[in-house]
């Protein structure tokens, strides 16, 4: 009996034909990475007041003075599925190898296996140098790296990207997440340079409200707090709508709270507070009470204090927020409050490095 030939393309079909039934649709086109009004990924909401945990226990022995507070580089978890499976380069053959092998490795993809996509647009590239579909390979390739919190090897695969196809149409999102690689390992520099290059390349891009945010923000992380005032300030009016608004006013905030802007602080982080669902609530209404203290509005700074305390239990700066209450407190002469807060902190923070400067200054001030 005669049994017809088994090549690598027919089992390249009847592989992609049992993915496609198990997986989602293969994207047409990238979608933004974030689709809420925040990172999603600052476990800590990306700021610290140095000192202060939610447990009480210090993370660092050095005092915190007004505008000292260190910033922890955030971990954006963002949206890594969909794209990658528009035609760059030539035409491309529905039943060639290549082809079959880029649509298996873009269902796994889409169906956020990246441990499975992987390897399939790494064997894509190396095994068909001359494929339309190797740039689209490359840059999926960088994001399967990336989803799996591999930013040495994403950005390894961005640089030969970029370097291979540098007019490809995935150019200026390779150089936005080459650059969220860097920042994520806290490379701020040479990050920077990346997202600079991300809205060079398109500016009207997917990604290019988010790559002129991190560019802000990489300024911020860098202590430059002027320059990341200068392009904060006008995310909104460049970006309206951006899924990252209330992520530039909070650094805006944070930046000008930094310069001892306290006004334009207050301008800012008021504004983060517009939006519901954004993590930084707690962190902007604790800084907006560290403003407001500072230009000595004491009824304004207590009330959000206490908003941080009762709206954002367990959040980085409750304790924060209660030593501070007990500073104004003692400072009016107002000895029954600062004592009962003094109480509060030594139940809820024993030990704590807030607790103990609250009793500290509490005993100082006649209290």
Request: proline share 5%.
């Amino acid at each position: 009996m005669h049994r017809p030939a088994i090549t690598f393309a027919s089992v390249l079909r009847v592989r992609l034909a049992l993915l496609l039934a198990a997986s989602l649709p293969a994207s047409a086109c990238l979608t933004p990475e974030s689709a809420t009004t925040s990172d999603t990924d600052a476990t800590d909401s990306g700021a610290t007041d140095s000192g202060a945990t939610d447990s009480g226990t210090p993370t660092s022995s050095a005092p915190t003075d007004p505008g000292t507070d260190t910033n922890a580089a955030d971990t954006d978890a963002e949206q890594t599925t969909g794209g990658g499976g528009e035609q760059t380069t030539g035409s491309i053959d529905p039943e060639g190898p290549d082809e079959l092998l880029f649509q298996m490795a873009l269902a796994l993809y889409n169906a956020s296996d990246f441990n499975g996509a992987d390897p399939l647009f790494v064997q894509l590239w190396a095994m068909y140098p001359d494929s339309p579909r190797r740039d689209n390979a490359g840059y999926l390739h960088g994001r399967c790296r990336y989803a799996l919190l591999d930013f040495a090897g994403a950005a390894t695969a961005f640089d030969a990207e970029v370097a291979a196809y540098p007019t490809s149409l995935f150019t200026d999102e390779s150089q936005y997440f080459w650059g969220r690689s860097l920042f994520r390992l806290g490379s701020y520099p040479e990050a920077l340079t990346h997202f600079d290059a991300s809205l060079a390349v398109d500016a009207a891009g997917t990604f290019a409200d988010n790559a002129y945010y991190y560019g802000g923000r990489t300024q911020y992380e860098l202590g430059d707090n002027a320059a990341a005032q200068t392009i904060l300030a006008p995310f909104d009016s460049k970006y309206p709508g951006s899924s990252y608004a209330d992520n530039a006013s909070y650094y805006l905030g944070r930046a000008r709270f930094a310069l001892k802007d306290y006004q334009g602080a207050v301008l800012a982080l008021t504004h983060v507070l517009d939006f519901a669902g954004s993590i930084y609530l707690a962190d902007a209404t604790y800084y907006r009470a560290r403003s407001e203290d500072a230009l000595g509005d004491d009824a304004a700074a207590i009330a959000d204090y206490e908003a941080v305390v009762d709206n954002f239990p367990g959040s980085t700066y409750e304790d924060n927020a209660l030593y501070h209450e007990v500073h104004i407190y003692v400072d009016q002469m107002d000895c029954a409050s600062a004592n009962a807060i003094v109480t509060d902190l030594q139940t809820r923070f024993p030990g704590g490095t807030y607790t103990t400067k609250a009793e500290d200054y509490a005993a100082q001030g006649g209290c």
